[in-house]
Structures are given as structure tokens and as C-alpha cells.
């Protein structure tokens, strides 16, 4: 069983960055994919960006390419989003999440509990 645990939220002005992280307990040497989903207040959870087993693929919601890098430090056992130019509609709960196996879509098998992350206007 793998625990993921996010940190790194805050409340931040618009323009502003802020850096999450989500720390594995467990090294696993199965391969797995990485990702982030959000959820705002009344909407559904929704994918941000997920990164591949070797690091080197990532994968991005239109929504946040080219404000958002997400990376991960596999000799850590660490998972990052990197999130700039921050706009109020980014303001949402943010859930890291990791699933077996090499395809970054269908069911994560692995959630943390979320962190919050708020954007002021």
C-alpha cells in the first residue's frame, strides 16, 4: 500500500507561484504513473498533469500548459508540481495520485488527502 501525502499549499496573489509536493511512502520498483487532479468548490475533480515512470513524458490539461511543470525525483520518492502565473480561477484542491502500470489515463489506484491552494484577485 502506498500513502501519498501533498504539501506545499497557501494562498497566493494572482500572477504568484507556489510549488506542491507529494511524498510516496513507499518505493516500489513497478512502474507507475504520477499525477495531480484539482477540485474546486462545486465541480468535479479534473486532471492538471501527470508524468510517466521514467520522468522524461509529462502530460498537461490545456487549461495550465505553459503555467504549470510537473516533475518527479524518483530517488526521493517525490512528486512536484511546479504552478506560475497563478490565476483566481486556479484556486482548488489539489490531489497528487499514482497508478500502475505505464497509461496515465483511467482509475489512480493511489490518492493523497489534498491540499489547498487559493488564488486572490
Known amino acids: 500500500q502506498v500513502q501519498l501525502v501533498e504539501s506545499g499549499g497557501g494562498l497566493v496573489q494572482a500572477g504568484g507561484s507556489l510549488r506542491l509536493s507529494c511524498a510516496a511512502s513507499?518505493?516500489?520498483?513497478?512502474?507507475?504513473?504520477m499525477g495531480w487532479f484539482r477540485q474546486a468548490p462545486g465541480k468535479e475533480r479534473e486532471f492538471v498533469a501527470a508524468?510517466?515512470?521514467?520522468?522524461?513524458?509529462?502530460y498537461y490539461a490545456d487549461s495550465v500548459k505553459g503555467r504549470f511543470t510537473i516533475s518527479r525525483d524518483k530517488a526521493k520518492n517525490t512528486l512536484y508540481l511546479q504552478m506560475n502565473s497563478l490565476k483566481p480561477e486556479d484556486t482548488a484542491v489539489y490531489y497528487c495520485?499514482?497508478?500502475?502500470?505505464?497509461?496515465?489515463?483511467?482509475?489512480?489506484?493511489?490518492w493523497g488527502q489534498g491540499t489547498q491552494v487559493t488564488v486572490s484577485s
Open positions: 508524468v510517466s515512470w521514467g520522468g522524461s513524458t509529462t
Open positions: 513507499a518505493r516500489t520498483s513497478s512502474p507507475n504513473v
Open positions: 495520485a499514482a497508478r500502475n502500470g505505464y497509461n496515465y489515463k483511467g482509475e489512480y489506484d493511489y
